[in-house]
């Protein structure tokens, strides 16, 4: 059972440009929605998060939209660097239990430079 | 100061044998997760464990055990191992819940 269902699973931007990965999840009980990077050999590292309390978040050039009826959200990089391709997966815990976090499948991302 | 240190970094074993794998947390954190990760995929949780008591358990055989110790170091053990059990091995850690996790670079396990 898939909770955390991630798409595209690849994605090729320009140097520049948007990339945008979505996100959908199943178990309304989640209340904590983090993004993780990850570059090969290395493991993944938190990139930005964000709660259901809140529609979008930004960190600098990075931004989580968050749609809580829908039971979606994505994270959007803008002005998208070749530093940046790197596999995103995006998951889902219910921080308040202390839970487990489950994760997406991935998206493996390069940019074009 | 030092992230989530694993080790050994790069293991190779043989089917059948067992393994230890290790997992220093960063200072102070108390909470500590064992994550299986199979080429092209998402981590998948194993084991987690607070204060030295076992706090979840993924979908795993029972060939898989973990502890923590007082110093809230953890290891994690596979036994009679199988080829699909080759992977990185992530350990995460936490202050506690109301923080998110940081993983170490992971112990890549390659059974031959």
């Known amino acids: 059972q898939q909770q955390v269902k991630q798409s595209p699973q690849s994605l090729i931007v320009q140097k520049g440009g948007i990339s945008i990965i979505n996100c959908a999840y199943e178990?309304?009980?989640?209340?904590?929605f983090p993004w993780y990077q990850q570059f090969p050999g290395k493991g993944p590292a938190l990139l930005i998060a964000?709660?259901?309390?809140?529609s979008e978040k930004k960190e600098g050039r990075f931004t989580i939209s968050f749609n809580k009826s829908a039971k979606q959200f994505s994270l959007h990089i803008m002005d998208s660097q070749p530093g940046d391709s790197a596999t995103y997966f995006c998951?889902?815990?219910?921080?308040?239990?202390?839970?487990?976090?489950?994760f997406g499948k991935g998206t493996r991302l390069h940019i074009l430079p | 100061d030092a992230g989530v240190t694993q080790s050994p970094t790069h293991l190779i074993k043989t089917r059948g044998q067992q393994v230890t794998l290790r997992c220093s947390p960063i200072?102070?954190?108390?909470?500590v997760s064992w994550y299986q990760q199979v080429l092209g995929q998402g981590p998948q949780f194993i084991f987690q464990?607070?204060?030295?008591?076992?706090?979840g358990r993924g979908n795993f055989p029972d060939r898989f055990s973990a502890r923590q110790f007082p110093n809230y170091s953890s290891e994690l053990n596979v036994n009679a191992l199988l080829l699909g059990d080759s992977a990185l091995y992530l350990c995460?850690?936490?202050?506690?819940?109301?923080?998110?996790?940081?993983f170490g670079s992971g112990t890549r396990l390659t059974v031959v």
């Open positions: 995460a850690s936490r202050q506690d819940r109301n923080y998110g996790y940081t």
């Open positions: 178990n309304t009980a989640f209340d904590y």
């Open positions: 964000i709660r259901p309390d809140v």
């Open positions: 998951a889902a815990s219910r921080l308040s239990r202390d839970d487990k976090i489950i």
């Open positions: 200072s102070g954190h108390k909470s």
């Open positions: 464990y607070y204060e030295k008591e076992e706090r």
